[in-house]
């Protein structure tokens, strides 16, 4: 159980669901493209495969893997799990083999749900994953699929219902992989009360609603609007900000529009604003926000966005540049940059509107957040001193059978229990927070600290810049020194070395510009936005071999 002070509900996203369905069945609850599933047929598919879970000999607080792009079939398959007790697991799917060994292995997966593009894959590995008792294929552009996986339509198309011997509570379990770049995945414990209490238990802190007393109200909630947000969730859904976004939008009876194409086409995402009326959209920083705007400041006035209400990230810093130029075009919007983890939710927040854009990296301190200094103790607002960000109140119970990454993430400050996923901050004298950045990346030069994060974001204020990595290089002399690996703006005159560190010098300490410089095609970030360090700090050693820069 989560330290937190509980209200007296006892939340499962199942009996949401269920009751949201109950209400509203017409209501659309999942649309991709075409393809248009109400609420009533969402109950009647996602107890359809429960019952075929349960069937296969799958019980109580089984996992149930989830190998999925974005669409449909995934909320379906979360959904059919807390049916059951059962808890999804979420699967990169950029893995490869190997990674999805460990993945499936580690999370005691009985049950995977993958689409057919990734049979080659899955078919070289089965023989590995002795655990797993069924596997279900959704048929997608490749085909059908494998012959010896359950054809998942055919499932959910069954009308069977599940029948139980076990009751489903609070305490069920979803679990969250995270990680992958630094080591292998860890597998984050939610309890479904914690985490749907920490989303706002059926309230909006960014508007103001409260959370509700229970599901009754909820449904109250659910019948006084004429319909629930049209959220368009274009961050996977494999990750945390997509996931955790669908889950609470469908729990206060939303409906969750994904795209078609599997790599994001901005003009296809702005062609399903206008189509589907989208009021909310789930983004992951500047890889998605970046195109964006450059489509609308190319062709301004071409689509429809007067129904967008709300744009959130969570994830990934967001440039104040960025979010003026994006109220520009869409005045109306509210910009919703959250600060938080797969471990760590509610960190904090910043909210911007027309004329008034955040600072990058500055957040308001959530109500349960606070920074911890080496000692223990607290960081005092504007002493210009660095701590660790820590949550409190709703938090994960920890990582599925690792008990030494547990107990290095959450630990107890004045006597109570905190998720501290290794984020570096400091409060400013207005005691909102300046993220500095992951202190497993941190790059130590000359004895100074040095976060790429924030060299990051002034590199990105150049105009030649589209995007850019500060990683630290091995020097015999400072320890390490930053390289910026820089994926130019296209149309401009490719910039230097010494423009961007005069650039970055005008923003920050002299210590922290660039003495390299590594030019990419693209800095590949993932589907969540994120970087490979470890891979680009890689390109950059075989670029440039020994440091040879500028002085400090």
């Known amino acids: 159980m989560s330290d937190a002070t509980a209200p007296a509900t006892d939340w499962n996203f199942a009996d949401l669901y269920e009751a949201v369905a109950a209400a509203v069945p017409d209501r659309p609850c999942q649309i991709q493209g075409d393809r248009v599933i109400t609420w009533g047929e969402f109950e009647r598919r996602t107890a359809a495969l429960a019952a075929d879970f349960v069937a296969a000999g799958i019980g109580q607080g089984a996992k149930v893997a989830i190998y999925l792009y974005n669409g449909p079939e995934y909320m379906e398959t979360m959904a059919a799990a807390f049916k059951v007790s059962m808890a999804p697991v979420?699967?990169?799917?950029?893995?490869?083999?190997?990674?999805?060994?460990?993945?499936?292995?580690?999370?005691?997966?009985?049950?995977?749900?993958?689409?057919?593009?990734?049979?080659?894959?899955?078919?070289?590995?089965?023989?590995?994953?002795?655990?797993?008792?069924?596997?279900?294929?959704?048929?997608?552009?490749?085909?059908?699929?494998?012959?010896?996986?359950?054809?998942?339509?055919?499932?959910?198309?069954?009308?069977?219902?599940?029948?139980?011997?076990?009751?489903?509570?609070?305490?069920?379990?979803?679990?969250?992989?995270?990680?992958?770049?630094?080591?292998?995945?860890?597998?984050?414990?939610?309890?479904?009360?914690?985490?749907?209490?920490?989303?706002?238990?059926?309230?909006?802190?960014?508007?103001?609603?409260?959370?509700?007393?229970?599901?009754?109200?909820?449904?109250?909630?659910?019948?006084?609007?004429?319909?629930?947000?049209?959220?368009?969730?274009?961050?996977?859904?494999?990750?945390?900000?997509?996931?955790?976004?669908?889950?609470?939008?469908?729990?206060?009876?939303?409906?969750?529009?994904?795209?078609?194409?599997?790599?994001?086409?901005?003009?296809?995402?702005?062609?399903?604003?206008?189509?589907?009326?989208?009021?909310?959209?789930?983004?992951?920083?500047?890889?998605?926000?970046?195109?964006?705007?450059?489509?609308?400041?190319?062709?301004?006035?071409?689509?429809?966005?007067?129904?967008?209400?709300?744009?959130?990230?969570?994830?990934?810093?967001?440039?104040?540049?960025?979010?003026?130029?994006?109220?520009?075009?869409?005045?109306?919007?509210?910009?919703?940059?959250?600060?938080?983890?797969?471990?760590?939710?509610?960190?904090?927040?910043s909210v911007s509107a027309a004329g008034a854009a955040e600072q990058t990296a500055k957040f308001a301190l959530g109500a349960n957040c606070a920074v911890f200094a080496d000692d223990g103790s607290r960081v005092e607002p504007g002493s210009g001193d660095q701590g660790v960000v820590a949550v409190g109140g709703f938090i994960p119970l920890g990582y599925y059978k690792d008990e030494a990454k547990t107990a290095q993430t959450f630990r107890t400050y004045e006597g109570r229990r905190w998720s501290v996923p290794g984020d570096f901050a400091e409060v400013n004298a207005d005691g909102s927070l300046k993220l500095l950045g992951r202190g497993s990346v941190c790059i130590n030069t000359g004895g100074e600290k040095v976060f790429p994060e924030e060299v990051e974001e002034a590199l990105k204020t150049h105009p030649s810049v589209r995007d850019a990595v500060a990683v630290g290089l091995p020097d015999p002399r400072f320890g390490e020194t930053i390289c910026a690996v820089v994926e130019p703006q296209e149309g401009k005159e490719t910039p230097t070395l010494e423009e961007l560190s005069a650039h970055v010098k005008q923003h920050l300490a002299a210590y922290k510009a660039p003495r390299n410089l590594v030019i990419v095609d693209s800095i590949r970030r993932a589907p969540n936005g994120k970087v490979d360090y470890k891979r680009l700090k890689g390109v950059a050693i075989d670029t440039v071999g020994a440091t040879q820069g500028i002085g400090q």
């Open 90 to 349: 979420n699967t990169n799917y950029r893995y490869g083999a190997d990674e999805i060994v460990y993945l499936f292995d580690n999370a005691d997966a009985e049950a995977v749900v993958f689409h057919a593009c990734f049979t080659e894959l899955v078919e070289a590995v089965k023989d590995r994953l002795p655990k797993v008792k069924r596997w279900y294929v959704v048929s997608d552009e490749t085909g059908s699929g494998p012959s010896w996986a359950s054809a998942y339509e055919d499932v959910v198309s069954s009308g069977a219902t599940p029948s139980i011997t076990w009751s489903r509570n609070g305490d069920d379990l979803l679990l969250l992989y995270t990680g992958g770049t630094t080591g292998m995945p860890k597998g984050v414990m939610w309890r479904q009360d914690d985490l749907f209490n920490v989303l706002g238990g059926g309230g909006n802190a960014v508007l103001g609603v409260p959370a509700a007393s229970g599901v009754p109200e909820v449904i109250e909630r659910v019948h006084a609007a004429p319909a629930g947000a049209m959220m368009l969730t274009a961050a996977p859904l494999m990750h945390g900000t997509g996931q955790f976004s669908a889950l609470n939008a469908m729990a206060l009876g939303g409906c969750i529009v994904t795209l078609v194409n599997r790599k994001f086409d901005v003009a296809e995402l702005f062609r399903t604003i206008e189509a589907r009326k989208v009021t909310n959209l789930i983004i992951v920083g500047q890889a998605f926000a970046g195109p964006m705007l450059d489509q609308l400041e190319e062709d301004p006035g071409r689509f429809d966005t007067t129904s967008l209400a709300l744009v959130v990230s969570s994830g990934v810093m967001w440039s104040q540049e960025n979010k003026a130029g994006l109220l520009k075009h869409i005045p109306q919007v509210l910009l919703f940059d959250s600060f938080g983890s797969s471990e760590a939710v509610g960190m904090g927040g």
